[in-house]
T-cell receptor, first 110, second 115 residues
Framework: GIQVEQSPPDLILQEGANSTLRCNFS?????LQWFHQNPWGQLINLFY???GTKQNGRLSATTVATERYSLLYISSSQTTDSGVYFC????????????FGPGTSLSVIP | NAGVTQTPKFRVLKTGQSMTLLCAQD?????MYWYRQDPGMGLRLIHY???????AKGEVPDGYNVSRLKKQNFLLGLESAAPSQTSVYFC??????????????FGSGTRLTVV
C-alpha cells in the first residue's frame, strides 16, 4: 500500500520562528490534505492541496505531485500553533480512502 | 450547527464486553469514517461509508463492525473488546465530487480503555 512519511517527527520552536514540515508519499494521489491536531485532541483541516501553493494567514502549503511531496510552512510561529500536524492523502486508485501520515509534533515555546 | 458529534466521550470496558460508538453529523455529508489513533501511529482508518446503507473496510477493520442505516449516523461496534482496542476513536465526515474530497470534519473523539 501507499506509504506516507512526515519529517521531522518532532520539532521545538521559539515563538516567532519559522518552520517547514515535509510530507512524502509513495504513490500518485488524487488529493492531499494538511490537518492540525491541537493539544486537546481536536483535528482541524488546514489545506486541501493536490498540487500548487496555497496560503492562509501565517500558514502556506506547497504540493509537488510529480515529485510526490508536500511542504507546510509556518511563519512567525505562536504558542497556539503547538500540536501535531498530519498530512493525509487520497489515493487515485481508491478515492474513497484517506490515508494519514504519522504526524509531526510541534511545540512552540514562549 | 453541531458538525460531527461523537458519543460517548470516554468509556472503560472490561475484556470481552461489547459496546457501540455513535457518530452523528448534521451537514448532509455522503462520506463517513471511523479512525483510531494510537501514540506514534497517526490515524488509521477502521471502516468507512460512502453513503446510507453502504460500508467498507479500511486499514485495520478486524474486531470492529459498522452500520450506516441513516445518512447522518455511523455506528462503530466492538463485539468482544480486547486490550489492543484501547485507543482514541475519531469519526469524520466529508462530501465529494467523485474526484476529490471537501469539508473533511472530525468529531472530538472517544477515549476507550479496555482493561
Amino acid at each position: 500500500g501507499i506509504q506516507v512519511e512526515q519529517s521531522p517527527p518532532d520539532l521545538i520552536l521559539q515563538e516567532g520562528a519559522n518552520s517547514t514540515l515535509r510530507c512524502n508519499f509513495s504513490d500518485s494521489v488524487n488529493n492531499l490534505q494538511w490537518f492540525h491536531q491541537n493539544p486537546w485532541g481536536q483535528l482541524i483541516n488546514l489545506f486541501y492541496i493536490p498540487s500548487g501553493t496555497k496560503q492562509n494567514g501565517r500558514l502556506s502549503a506547497t504540493t509537488v505531485a510529480t515529485e510526490r511531496y508536500s511542504l507546510l510552512y509556518i511563519s512567525s510561529s505562536q504558542t497556539t500553533d503547538s500540536g501535531v500536524y498530519f498530512c493525509a492523502v487520497v489515493l487515485k486508485t481508491s478515492y474513497d480512502k484517506v490515508i494519514f501520515g504519522p504526524g509531526t509534533s510541534l511545540s512552540v515555546i514562549p | 450547527n453541531a458538525g460531527v458529534t461523537q458519543t460517548p466521550k470516554f468509556r472503560v470496558l472490561k475484556t470481552g464486553q461489547s459496546m457501540t460508538l455513535l457518530c452523528a453529523q448534521d451537514m448532509n455529508h455522503e462520506y463517513m469514517y471511523w479512525y483510531r489513533q494510537d501514540p506514534g501511529m497517526g490515524l488509521r482508518l477502521i471502516h468507512y461509508s460512502v453513503g446510507e446503507g453502504t460500508t467498507a473496510k479500511g486499514e485495520v477493520p478486524d474486531g470492529y463492525n459498522v452500520s450506516r442505516l441513516k445518512k447522518q449516523n455511523f455506528l462503530l461496534g466492538l463485539e468482544s473488546a480486547a486490550p489492543s482496542q484501547t485507543s482514541v476513536y475519531f469519526c469524520a465526515s466529508s462530501y465529494s465530487n467523485r474526484r476529490t474530497y471537501y469539508g473533511y470534519t472530525f468529531g472530538s473523539g472517544t477515549r476507550l480503555t479496555v482493561v
